[in-house]
C-alpha cells in the first residue's frame, strides 16, 4: 500500500506565495519522477513542474521562473514553491510519483488526493 499526502494548499492574494508538499508512504522500494499536476474547473489536468531522482527539473512555460519544484529524497517528498502567484493558478494540485513497491516488479504511476490553490483578492 503506498499513500500520496498532500499539504500546503489554501487561499492567497495574487502576488503571494505558497508552499505545497507531498509525502510517499507505504511499501516503496523506490521513486523514480515526482511532479505536480493542476487541473482547474472546465479544463484537462496539466503538468506543473517534474523532478527526476536524480534532480533533473522540467517546468510548463506558465510557471517557468516563479515556482521551483525540489524534494528530499530520505523523505521521499516532493515540494513545490509557488511565487508571484496569479488568478490564472488556481486550481487542484495533485502530487504524482512514478515510483517501484517493494516484492512487485515493475513501476507504477501513484497519485495524491489534490490540494485546492486558490489566488484570489
Known amino acids: 500500500q503506498v499513500q500520496l499526502v498532500e499539504s500546503g494548499g489554501g487561499l492567497v492574494q495574487p502576488g503571494g506565495s505558497l508552499r505545497l508538499s507531498c509525502a510517499a508512504s507505504?511499501?516503496?522500494?523506490?521513486?523514480?519522477?515526482m511532479g505536480w499536476y493542476r487541473q482547474a474547473p472546465g479544463k484537462q489536468r496539466e503538468l506543473v513542474a517534474a523532478i527526476t531522482s536524480g534532480g533533473s527539473t522540467n517546468y510548463a512555460d506558465s510557471v517557468k521562473g516563479r515556482f521551483t519544484i525540489s524534494r528530499d529524497n530520505a523523505k521521499n517528498t516532493v515540494y513545490l514553491q509557488m511565487n508571484s502567484l496569479k488568478p490564472e493558478d488556481t486550481a487542484v494540485y495533485y502530487c504524482?510519483?512514478?515510483?517501484?513497491?517493494?516484492?512487485?516488479?515493475?513501476?507504477?504511476?501513484?497519485w495524491g488526493q489534490g490540494t485546492q490553490v486558490t489566488v484570489s483578492s
Open positions: 504524482n510519483a512514478d515510483l517501484s513497491v517493494v516484492a512487485r516488479e515493475g513501476t507504477y504511476d501513484y
Open positions: 507505504g511499501s516503496i522500494f523506490s521513486i523514480n519522477a
